[in-house]
């Protein structure tokens, strides 16, 4: 398997559709004019994951002051995602399926494991496309929802 790396800060990240757990399209360019935090997560129905996307909608307001688009991304197919967000009460946070083909957002950011899966990972994309911030975590580690904050605030 061919690895690519995560575009480095600065560069335009390719634009991208995906369904998210109401079958609806997200398009990343049409965020523009709004930071865009793409929060992946391994895999849906496993606790840090589920500690993850909690702390997105609990935190929606505050991305909506900081003019941020909050979504969450994992491999998992959209039936998986609407049953998984009606578990954790995640009503307003898009929970996006990298279904199929199978990892291609996680691959083309370089972020997708020979397992199948994404890495668990925080990339903040500013209003104008570019990249600002990439962190991959530890897969066990819940990120730090505040460093996200922070850096959001400095945009």
Avoid at 22 to 41: A, M, P, R, W, Y
Avoid at 61 to 87: C, H, M, Q, Y
Avoid at 91 to 120: C, M, N, V, Y
Wanted: net charge positive; aromatic share 8%.
């Amino acid at each position: 398997m061919t690895v690519k790396k995560v575009p480095d800060v600065g560069e335009k990240v390719r634009n991208f559709s995906l369904k998210d757990q109401n079958e609806n399209i997200f398009e990343l360019d049409t965020c523009k004019g709004q930071n865009v935090l793409l929060s992946f997560h391994p895999l849906a129905w496993t606790p840090v994951c589920a500690m993850q996307m909690q702390s997105l909608e609990k935190h929606k307001e505050i991305f909506k002051k900081l003019n941020t688009v909050a979504v969450g991304i994992s491999v998992d197919s959209v039936p998986s995602k609407r049953a998984w967000a009606k578990a954790l009460n995640i009503s307003e946070t898009r929970l996006l399926a990298d279904f199929w083909p199978h990892g291609k957002i996680a691959k083309d950011l370089g972020i997708l494991r020979e397992e199948g899966f994404s890495q668990r990972a925080n990339i903040i994309v500013d209003k104008n496309g570019r990249l600002v911030f990439k962190k991959i975590y530890p897969i066990v580690e819940l990120p730090d929802i505040n460093e996200i904050i922070q850096q959001l605030e400095k945009l």
